[in-house]
């Protein structure tokens, strides 16, 4: 009789608002090559629903694998989310999707179990499975976008909360909530506010506006508006102008007091940073590193790792995959 191999392949996918990406991966965390398609949210949940399955199929189809091959499927999607109850509740960038059950359509789609998980807790899940967390006890991510996200994973458990908003530590109060900087929460003196990449533009033209002596970014600035981005600013500060050091530093420094915080809440073994801004590399990933010595718990801030992430956008589905492969067991 011949012996059947089980299945021992995970489906990740990750759900964006302007495009989803797929993959397989192996019970070792070896990726397929990737299938992506636009979402489309404006055309309604039931064709979004129907082209996750799609990205599904064309990911199992670019493994070279069947549906027989898969155990189990994982999805992640941005919030505002139940990640319990399986729900897709009113995410501002799926709109107008609204309560779409994706676990369990997914599921019954398939055939499989299927893991359902907020995008920011995948990406740190992903990481810490086969990218800068992994082998570590405990990670705490920072994902530096348009807006910060975060996730908290503690030996095989991803802080989800009670209400799904878990791990959010882009809202991590870093400042006064009467005087601070407006967060897109409504709250004042969250992290958000000071270290997205759009906190980061914003604050480069209040400081040039004040700003004595020479600078190059202003001389940018003046010329084209419209460019300034967080990139634009890192590689101006690379190149030593002295203003955009300046709004590089204090970037440093907000992620450090926000890292700080979760030292003294969940005393990680390491810290990471995903996202674009984390390009700039190792001279921005030292100023944070310095902070964190400087201000944190003095113990655990001494020997916790501040590293910056290795998957890259591929984070998402990679640790969507190790939520499939975990529910799977
Ligand atoms: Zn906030």
């Known amino acids: ?5 089980a299945a021992s392949h995970f489906v990740g996918l990750d759900v964006g608002g302007t495009t989803m990406k797929a993959a397989v991966v192996d019970g070792d965390g070896k990726v397929y090559p990737s299938a992506s398609l636009r979402t489309n949210p404006e055309r309604g949940q039931d064709a979004g629903l129907e082209t ?4 599904i199929r064309q990911s199992v189809a670019a493994a070279k694998l069947t549906l027989a091959d898969i155990a189990a499927i994982g999805v992640a999607t941005p919030g505002l989310m139940d990640i319990h109850a399986g729900l897709i509740l009113d995410p501002p960038n799926l709109k107008p999707w609204k309560n779409v059950p994706v676990r369990d359509r997914i599921a019954s789609m398939f055939g499989k179990p299927t893991a359902f998980q907020n995008d920011a807790n995948a990406a740190a899940f992903g990481e810490k499975w086969t990218g800068a967390g992994r082998g570590a006890h405990s990670m705490v991510m920072f994902t530096l976008g348009t807006g910060v996200g975060g996730g908290i994973i503690l030996g095989d458990t991803i802080v989800e909360g009670k209400h799904s908003h878990g791990g959010e530590l ?4 870093i400042d006064r909530p009467d005087h601070g900087r407006l967060c897109g929460c409504g709250a004042r003196g969250c992290l958000e506010a000071y270290a997205s990449a759009t906190a980061v533009t ?3 033209r209040e400081e040039m506006a004040s700003w004595r002596g020479p600078t190059e970014l202003k001389e940018f600035f003046t010329a084209n508006d419209d460019e ?12 030593g102008d002295a203003c955009a ?15 700080c915080t979760a030292i003294a809440t969940v005393d990680p073994e390491v810290i990471v940073y995903g996202g674009g801004m984390t390009d700039a590399g190792e001279w921005f990933r030292a100023k944070i590193d310095a902070d964190v ?8 801030a001494k020997s916790v790792r501040v590293v910056f992430a290795e998957l890259g956008s591929d984070a998402g589905f990679i640790g969507a995959a190790a939520c499939a492969k975990r529910l799977a067991g």
């Open 228 to 239: 300034l981005t967080a990139k634009v600013i890192f590689d101006l500060a690379a190149g």
């Open 170 to 173: 882009g809202h991590l109060r």
């Open 245 to 259: 050091l300046k709004v590089v530093d204090d970037t440093a420094y907000f992620l450090a007091l926000g890292a």
């Open 293 to 300: 010595r400087r201000f944190g718990l003095p113990f655990p």
């Open 202 to 204: 914003r604050r480069a």
């Open 1 to 5: 009789m011949a012996i059947m191999a």
């Open 52 to 55: 996750m399955g799609e990205t």
